[in-house]
C-alpha cells in the first residue's frame, strides 16, 4: 500500500494545474483509488484497496468557503490553473471564494469532480490521460 510520504513526493512535482494529469497517473502507479481535497485548511484523504486510508494534515490556514457558489467564474479559474496561469494557493482561494468546499478525484474512472458547500456536485470533467 501507499505511504503519505510517497503521495506528497508525487505532489511536490506539482507546480500548477497543467501538472495534475503527470500527478493523477504518478497516484495510479502507487495505486491509490480516489482521494477527496477539502478546500478549508487543503488535507485530504487519499483511498487505497480494502478501505485502506491515509489522511495529509491540513497545508494552511483556514479558508472560509462562500455559501453561495459561482460555478461560471470556478470554471474560468479553473481553466486558468489548468493553464498553469495559478499556482496552487491561488487555485484553493479561488475554489473557497465561488463556493467550492471539496473535489475527489476518482482514478478509475479518470474524473474530478467539485462540490459547493451544500454536497451538490458543480462540476466534473474528464482527467486528460498521458501518453
Not at 503519505?4 to 495505486?31: E, M, N, R, T, W
Not at 463556493?99 to 467539485?114: F, R
Request: aromatic fraction near 12%.
Amino acid at each position: 500500500m501507499f505511504t503519505l510520504d510517497q503521495v506528497k513526493a508525487a505532489h511536490s512535482k506539482v507546480k500548477s494545474g497543467a501538472d495534475f494529469p503527470a500527478y493523477i497517473q504518478d497516484l495510479i502507479k502507487l495505486g491509490v483509488i480516489s482521494y477527496s481535497t477539502y478546500v478549508i485548511d487543503g488535507h485530504a484523504e487519499y483511498f487505497g484497496d480494502n478501505d485502506y486510508t491515509v489522511k495529509s494534515e491540513g497545508k494552511y490556514s483556514f479558508l472560509t468557503v462562500l455559501e453561495k457558489s459561482d460555478k461560471e467564474t470556478f470554471i474560468n479559474r479553473l481553466k486558468m490553473h489548468q493553464q498553469g496561469q495559478t499556482d496552487y494557493m491561488t487555485f484553493c482561494n479561488d475554489c473557497a471564494n465561488t463556493g467550492v468546499e471539496m473535489w475527489m478525484v476518482d482514478s478509475k474512472e479518470l474524473t474530478c469532480t467539485y462540490y459547493d458547500i451544500s454536497g451538490k456536485k458543480m462540476w466534473e470533467e474528464k482527467i486528460p490521460v498521458l501518453k
